[in-house]
């Protein structure tokens, strides 16, 4: 009995859903395939160790992995490297912070208002068509070459995944699910915060997880026009004075950050959309 | 005599639709002239073929839409919108997926009514209770079976204590054993309760079962064609009714009307074939 309820209720994702599961199944390896993605790991240490030596590549350009652990443990201990993660860091966590709290209430209120979808939809459109590196120019050339135009470069990055998933996750609540809230008496308020906005959380985490990613690939090539800190000036001004194994150290922590911030959002994403199933 | 529960006064439904052929606008009448009443905790049935405007009958009583003539009158007084005093079970059970079976009771209370968090929880464990969910109760909907979300969305409108329980094809999704148990039990339940029901179904016997009376739908455009007294009808206990040969004789009646209607609509097809 027991059996066969649990096969009778589990539910079968549909096919978005199952293409949206393989996407996060790539952030975020099963337990399963880990002993396999070891060794790929393993392989490329090895690799980036030995062909330096051996002269398959230049050492020069690309030194050998211990040597630049090493050159990353001094760059670590001298707070030299927390200086620049966490410039940084405050950088894409405010562009993204404030990404978040306009593109959400904009998205909903364009994908609940038809006339605010018909309105502003061309526009949208057109900018998140838009390279966001494309426009740091004019972000530099408006907001000047300090903070507030890193911020904003950020911010615009992160604005469109967030604010499309949104739109699409308003949109795509069950009509069903409105009906029986108008049925039971809830205001206009109460089911957007009740039935609204908890059907569209896993969409729109799907743009916050985009969003994240690109905060940080968006703000190092920032970082390399006009900057005196951060790991996107720390990479660009080591490779200008030869410093190649600070290079790759700089490089190697952008990596990690990705790699943590990804985990991070992945798992938040996960324990929101249990219920999916 | 009292005013009855619910009044359909000559209503009429007509939608705006584009034609396949011309591409134009033009009105489509989903109900015409609909009229009938029901006594407070009578159990109507509802029968008719697939697009008659049942559903969209059952949305002009619950108030989510509003008639192009005619009125929907609720105790005499007439309905403007849909409220807490009419409860609605879908065919599709409407639960929210992430909440659990009991946060689903209570999501429908923490509106429709003024009860504390305690109460709440308690009121919602208790209509579990009686649609026979006890243990499931932080189950998600995903992890019930069919059978098991219709029971929770039925406890859900249970526990508004609604005067009026609309259902439109509660149990069209689900197998028949399963379909035959929780007609037995939404029997019982409107035995102890003796809450008003409009029930719609497509199917002949499970209207004969449950309805004191059945209202026989025919379509295009969609009428009420003839309403039948079940004498035999819900009250009694018996198990066997199906058996019987008065149930054999109103579910052959329901058949022929249906029947004829069907004829009828394939003779206009025809005929509007050969024009
Ligand atoms: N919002 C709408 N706009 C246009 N046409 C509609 C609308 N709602 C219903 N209709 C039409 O009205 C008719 C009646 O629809 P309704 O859903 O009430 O049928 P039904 O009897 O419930 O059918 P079923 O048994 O398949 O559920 C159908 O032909 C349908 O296409
Ligand atoms: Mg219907």
Request: glycine content about 8%; charged content about 20%.
């Amino acid at each position: 009995m027991s059996d066969l309820l649990q096969r009778t209720a589990q539910a079968r994702p549909n096919p978005r859903q199952e293409a949206a599961a393989r996407i996060r199944a790539l952030g975020a390896p099963r337990s399963a395939s880990a002993p396999l993605g070891l060794i790929g790991v393993l392989g490329l240490v090895l690799i980036w160790e030995f062909a330096p030596r051996l002269g398959l590549v230049d050492a020069h350009f690309v030194p050998p992995l211990s040597q630049i652990l090493a050159t990353w443990w001094d760059l670590a201990t001298s707070g030299e490297l927390w200086k620049h993660t966490s410039a940084s860091l405050l950088r894409s966590g405010a562009g993204f912070a404030l990404a978040l709290v306009t593109a959400i209430p904009l998205g909903a209120a364009i994908a609940w208002y038809p006339v605010v979808h018909r309105l502003l939809n061309p526009v949208l459109e057109l900018f998140r068509n838009t390279a966001a590196l494309a426009l740091l120019p004019v972000f530099v050339l408006v907001l000047g070459i300090g903070e507030t135009s890193k911020v904003a470069i950020v911010m615009f990055a992160c604005f469109f995944p967030i604010l499309l998933s949104t739109i699409s996750g308003v949109r795509s609540v069950d009509p069903l699910l409105l009906k029986s809230a108008r049925v039971f008496g809830l205001s206009p308020i109460e089911t957007f915060v009740k039935v609204v906005l908890p059907a569209a959380v896993p969409t729109i985490f799907t743009g916050i997880r985009i969003a994240g990613s690109a905060a940080i690939l968006v703000l190092i090539a920032a970082e390399m026009i006009g900057a005196t800190a951060g790991l996107g000036f720390l990479i660009n001004y080591s490779q200008f004075n030869f410093l190649i194994p600070q290079m790759y150290a700089g490089i190697l922590t952008t990596s990690l950050i990705g790699l943590g911030v990804n985990y991070g959002l992945v798992a938040t994403e996960k324990h929101l959309s249990a219920w999916r199933g | 005599m009292s005013t009855p529960k619910i009044e359909i006064d000559r209503v009429g439904q007509t939608f705006r639709v584009r034609s396949q052929e011309t591409g134009r606008e033009q009105d489509f009448v989903a109900l015409d002239n609909v009229s009938t009443t029901v006594r407070a905790g009578e159990f109507l049935t509802i029968v008719g073929p697939s697009g008659c405007g049942k559903s969209t009958l059952l949305d002009l009583i619950s108030g989510l839409t509003t008639p192009t003539s005619g009125e929907v009158r609720i105790n005499g007084r007439r309905v403007e919108g849909p409220g807490t005093d009419r409860g609605v079970v879908f065919q599709q059970y409407a639960l929210l997926p992430w909440r659990t079976a009991l946060g689903n009771v209570e999501f429908a209370l923490e509106s429709a009514t003024d009860l504390g968090r305690k109460e709440r929880r308690a009121r919602a464990r208790d209509y579990l209770q009686l649609v026979g969910l006890e243990g499931f109760e932080n189950r998600r909907p995903g992890e019930l079976s069919g059978g098991m979300k219709q029971r929770v969305a039925i406890a859900r409108s249970l526990a508004c204590e609604p005067e009026v329980l609309l259902m439109d094809e509660p149990f069209g999704a689900l197998d028949a054993q399963t379909r035959e148990s929780l007609q037995e039990e939404l029997l019982q339940i409107w035995r102890r309760t003796r809450t008003t029901i409009v029930f719609i179904t497509h199917g002949i016997d499970e209207a004969v079962y449950l309805g004191q009376r059945v209202a026989v739908m025919s379509a295009h455009p969609g009428r009420i064609r003839e309403e039948l007294a079940i004498p035999f009808s819900a009250e009694s206990d018996d198990d066997d009714v199906r058996a019987t040969a008065e149930f054999a004789h109103y579910r052959h009646q329901i058949w022929t009307l249906l029947r004829h209607d069907q004829q009828a609509a394939a003779d206009r097809a025809e005929e509007a074939a050969h024009v």
